[in-house]
């Protein structure tokens, strides 16, 4: 069972359009963010949300943190290109280590 | 680029061997995490070293091992190779220790295994 399910798997949309993924957990989490992988290369950082409820704003990337701190969202405005990727969601549970635990992502292709 | 850096970048090797993944932390970073990415099961946390010593486990299999270096590189282990091990391994080096925290993890380019 995956802790930490990213929905949907797959979106293949074209330049312009606006797109929401979700990323949703039974557990709680003291932070969550959120990762960009492009092909070839490592996850880099976009976003991370500590209190329920908090949104963030990255230019067209808007994060979500849910109320009850299980569930976040990214929604992207008037897609391009270049934001094509894999998306991750990771969560950080409060404890004496530090264990990020990844959804499996979702693969954005923004057709031009 | 992130300032972690892998070797090799692929690797392909036959089932039973045994191979060694280098990881190169940011400077200044203490903190060096293991993933292991495949398609099925996505990034998996493997293990983490603070300054030389183990901090935390993951889904580490007991024929991997790895350890950090007093100059602060890393190596994981991976011996007794089966089909199932060929994936995607990333190297992440941070600043911070341990504990609740929102610290950023810095990744590397990965070393894509294959093992035939």
Redesign the interface.
């Known amino acids: 069972t995956q802790l930490l399910e990213q929905s949907p798997q797959f979106l293949s949309i074209q330049e312009g359009e606006n797109l929401t993924v979700y990323c949703n957990s039974s557990s709680v989490f003291s932070s969550l963010q959120w990762y960009r992988q492009e092909p070839g290369e490592g996850p880099v950082l976009l976003v991370t949300v500590v209190t329920g409820g908090e949104v963030k704003k990255l230019k067209r990337l808007t994060f979500q943190f849910g109320d009850a701190r299980k569930d976040s969202s990214l929604h992207i405005t008037a897609a391009q290109p270049g934001d094509t990727g894999l998306y991750l969601c990771a969560g950080a549970r409060g404890g004496s280590n530090y264990k990020l635990t990844f959804g499996k992502g979702t693969l954005l292709t923004v057709n031009p | 680029d992130?300032g972690?850096t892998q070797t090799p970048k692929h690797l392909i090797t036959a089932t039973g061997q045994r191979v060694t993944l280098r990881c190169s932390p940011r400077s200044g970073d203490l903190?060096v995490y293991w993933?292991q990415q495949s398609l099925d099961?996505?990034?998996?946390?493997l293990i983490?070293y603070y300054n030389g010593e183990e901090?935390?486990k993951?889904n580490i299999l007991e024929r991997f091992s790895a350890q950090q270096f007093p100059d602060l590189h890393s190596e994981l282990n991976l011996s007794s190779l089966e089909l199932g091990d060929s994936a995607l391994y990333?190297c992440?080096s941070?600043a911070?220790?341990?504990?609740?925290?929102?610290?950023?993890?810095f990744?590397?380019?990965?070393s894509r295994l294959t093992v035939l």
Not at chain 2, 107 to 110: A, K, M
């Open positions: 992130s972690v903190s993933y099961q996505g990034l998996q946390f983490q901090r935390a993951g990333f992440a941070s911070l220790a341990g504990g609740p925290g929102t610290g950023e993890l990744f590397g380019e990965g």
